[in-house]
């Protein structure tokens, strides 16, 4: 088992295999790595993991697999040496699309969030698994018995509703997250207002399209009446550009671009993004998104995720009044068991005192 001595990568390693995938030493872990020239994982991530589950107790291969833009199916050889495994660690956005997808194996399945050795060593990875499981299962409580809930945001969001009914588990299970970094999202069906699109739009990460990410200047107002975007407003160049990018995804997968599915904020006060979102896009929207400065919208699609990702930077979410957060910063102690994941976990409870803020935005 870990020790207090142990390094920040060992401890993200055990928090990953022990707490996340609840292995036990002597398991088979077979890690699919993407190829690290295509920079969406660091090169050196799945050597150093390998190498640390390893001095762990764990029986551990690694093979890299291909990217595909659309989740498709593995090699039969991939397929094969996945039957033969306890475990599977993705390294590899094909773990991220799968989530929602049947597998062609009984493993228990992970895919990390933490894509560089410094994210996985830090406080990311290393805060217990358990504890941002309880802080997760105190905000899904809040957000399904709060009477209204209000979304805010510096650039002029103003989004209110309730949870109508209690969300429906997302076929997620398949596939666990590590870490641990948002709540259930919110079905928009309860909701109506504006929310205000600024700087870009990005993919998912459910498939990989061209242009991945749509900067635009100026402030474009969506209206929502439930699932639907009724209205755009703004810069006409900005409107022009968001409506054209939404037509053009939507055609291209037969999609309704208008439907906006769900949203959710981020909860691990550790998360951090230090490059810039221009420079890698895809990287960005599988890491960034656990940030409480970011509340993300699933839109265009029926489905969660969708296909294209609305931000809000430093939203205020209040429930009944009280602000869950704050112009972008999470108080737990502010809900019902909230303080009680913080006094179980000093480690989570001093992060929270002083979250990361860095989530590549300029």
């Known amino acids: 088992m870990i020790t207090q001595q142990a390094s920040g990568l060992e401890q993200g390693v055990a ?13 088979s872990l077979l890690i699919l790595a993407e190829d690290p020239a295509l920079d969406h994982y660091a090169a050196d991530l799945a050597p150093a993991v390998a190498e640390t589950a390893r001095t762990l107790g764990f029986d551990t291969r690694c093979r890299e697999i291909s990217f595909s833009p659309e989740p498709g199916d593995l090699p039969a050889d991939v397929c094969a040496d996945m039957q033969t495994a306890d475990h599977i660690l993705y390294l590899a956005r094909f773990g991220d699309q799968m989530r929602f997808r049947p597998l062609p194996h009984a493993a228990r399945s992970i895919v990390s969030h933490a894509m560089t050795r410094a994210a996985l060593a830090g406080p990311f990875g290393t805060i217990p698994h358990a504890a941002m499981l309880a802080l997760k299962a ?15 945001c510096p650039l ?72 639907r975007a009724t ?5 006409p160049e900005a409107v022009a550009a968001v409506r054209a990018h939404v037509g053009d995804i ?11 599915h769900s949203w959710h904020v981020g909860i691990h006060p550790g998360c951090a993004y230090e490059g810039r979102i221009q420079d890698n896009p895809g990287r960005w929207t599988s890491s960034a998104f656990g940030n ?16 294209i990702c609305w931000n809000l930077l430093d939203p205020t979410v209040t429930l009944d009044g009280v602000a869950l957060w704050q112009d972008g910063r999470l108080h737990p ?17 001093a992060l929270f005192d002083a979250p990361a803020t860095a989530v590549g935005i300029d």
Do not use: K, W
């Open 15 to 27: 928090n990953l295999m022990f707490g996340c995938a609840g292995a036990q030493s002597g398991a």
């Open 138 to 152: 105190a905000i899904n409580a809040a957000m399904q018995t709060a009477r209204d809930i209000r979304v805010t």
């Open 156 to 227: 002029g969001t103003d989004l209110r509703g309730r949870v109508e009914s209690a969300p429906a588990p997302l076929a997620d299970v398949n596939v666990l997250r590590f870490p641990m970094a948002v709540f259930a999202p919110l079905p928009m069906a309860g909701f109506s207002g504006r929310i205000a699109l600024a700087r870009f739009l990005v993919g998912t990460g459910s498939i990989y399209y061209d242009p991945f990410l749509l900067p635009f200047d100026g402030i474009v107002m969506v209206t929502l009446e439930g699932t």
């Open 231 to 235: 209205r755009y407003d703004g810069p």
């Open 250 to 260: 939507a055609g291209r997968f037969g999609l309704d671009g208008n439907f906006v």
């Open 292 to 307: 409480p400065r970011l509340l993300h919208v699933h839109t265009c699609g029926a489905y969660a995720p969708g296909e």
């Open 333 to 349: 102690e502010r809900i019902c068991g909230g303080q009680s994941v913080l006094d179980g976990c000093p480690e989570l409870a």
